[in-house]
């Protein structure tokens, strides 16, 4: 069966696709995707999803799923509306 794994980095993103014997888990792309020098430097630890969903390492693929690195963000988002927000409110009373 044919996957692709994606990550996204700051101004682009990687795709590589690998053909893997089913029946195949998340954890076996990867795998795939460690040993692959085009992801060197992206950290495996984060979380993960297929097409948007977050899953664990144990999900089983299916043909043509795209296994994403999801990386971590820099700030809460609610606390970065909260922030924002505040310095709206602030420059509208000035």
Do not use: C, N, W
Not at 4 to 26: C, D, F, K, L, N
Not at 47 to 70: H, K, M, N, S
Not at 84 to 92: C, H, L, P, T, V
Request: net charge positive; no cysteine; charged share 25%.
């Amino acid at each position: 069966m044919l996957i692709e794994v994606v990550v996204a980095e700051a101004g682009h993103a990687m795709v590589q696709s690998y053909a893997i014997g089913a029946p195949a888990t998340v954890g076996d792309a990867l795998a795939r995707a460690m040993a692959d020098p085009a992801f060197a430097g992206v950290d495996f630890t984060a979380a993960v999803g297929v097409f948007g969903r977050i899953v664990r390492a144990d999900a089983p693929l299916r043909d043509g799923d795209r296994v994403e690195i999801y990386r971590p963000l820099r700030e809460d988002p609610k606390s970065a509306r909260r922030r924002r927000a505040a310095a709206a409110s602030r420059s509208a009373r000035s």
